[in-house]
């Protein structure tokens, strides 16, 4: 997950530099601190192989962010955070900091893999008491738009106030990822808050976000909510300020579909991430470890296609070809794809499309045939 750019070797808990050199290739640190925010284990997309992460207090305001390689030590990590045991970490890698957090000291990551230890440690032994980290203490949406800083884990208490908008995405490998946008407003303003998958956000309902993650894209501010946010329902924070959005630009195009294909997925109900049902009653999500019915599982349909015509490809989110098969009494092909694709082919034949100039589908009403001539 990490490129270090430099490793250090420490000979002791107490953080001092070792004098000598083991290896030229390989050096390491030992380090001691209180486990928080530990996240499910989730899928590496660039390697073969599952991790988990979470933020390691090694001082009374020192944080690092550190990533875990060794699955099986997940739920002792988890345990030690919900007793707030501190931990002994031996053998494991100083990385460059990814994710910044308010800290006195040097910022730096952590890396832990098969090469390290992972002892508890007696809280007494430890100049510092536990103590949440800063990214816990809660942030107005003013604040996160102000601040400079990208990358940071942030919280807020806001309310949604928008509907869910999904986008289909295609990785560098080919998986195809649904992306989620909501607005969420509080007294100070508003922000876009995003996640990969579906989440189950209500319209109106006031949430309290821990661990949000900032992110920036074309002098854009935005929040990302990833496996380690979480999601509190809370009573109604109240009067808000809903910032205006610039209303998008549509266009609209008219036409018979000449080629289509759509996607069922399924996703985690714990994590949200896309899982093969594999026709069976019971599922294990790869990414999260979690076993579940496969009838629990939310699905998502995704469709992209093209109209006579014209050479683009248009892309459909789950939500708008919901509301045309409502529209045209055909909600049953939301559960075949195959299906879908046969009814947009034979039967839905003059369509007007309204879309954004990135050509997603916005709305689809079926029109009248075209008169014959």
Partial sequence: MYTPRKKLRFSDDTQTPSTSTASQDEEYINIRGYPHN?????????????????????????????????????????????TKTPVSLKSVTKAVAQTTTT??????????NRKATILPVNKKTLQFQHRQPPSLQELTITDVLNTSLTDQAVTVRAKV?????????????????????YIVSDKTGSIEANTWGNTTLQLHQSYLFEYLITK??????NVQIGSRTVITPIDDIGDIIETPKEQPVVDTITGTVRSIKAI????????????????????????????????????????????TGCSNTFTISH?????????SKKQNLLTDAEDLEDYFLISAQNLLLEHTPTFHVTSITSLPPSPKT
Avoid: W
Avoid at 53 to 65: A, D, K, P, S, V
Avoid at 216 to 221: G, N, V
Avoid at 319 to 324: K, Q, R, S, T
């Fill in 161 to 181: 106030t928008s509907n869910a908008v999904a986008e289909l995405k295609t990785a560098r490998d080919g998986t195809q990822l649904t992306l989620t946008k």
């Fill in 216 to 221: 920036s894209f074309a002098d854009t501010k």
């Fill in 103 to 112: 800290s006195e000291n040097e910022q730096f990551d952590v890396k832990i």
């Fill in 319 to 327: 939500n708008v070809i919901d509301e045309f098969l409502q529209i």
């Fill in 38 to 82: 530990v996240s499910s284990l989730r899928q590496s997309p660039k390697m073969k192989g599952r991790y988990f992460n979470f933020t390691l207090q090694t001082g009374r305001h020192e944080y690092h962010e550190t990533v875990c390689f060794v699955t099986e030590k997940h739920q002792t990590i988890s345990n030690a955070a919900q």
């Fill in 264 to 307: 069922l997925m399924s996703h985690c109900t714990n994590c949200k991430r896309p899982v093969e049902p594999l026709h069976s009653q019971i599922v294990r999500c790869t990414a999260c470890d979690m076993k579940q019915a496969s009838t629990s599982l939310s699905q998502n349909m995704q469709v992209t296609l093209q109209i």
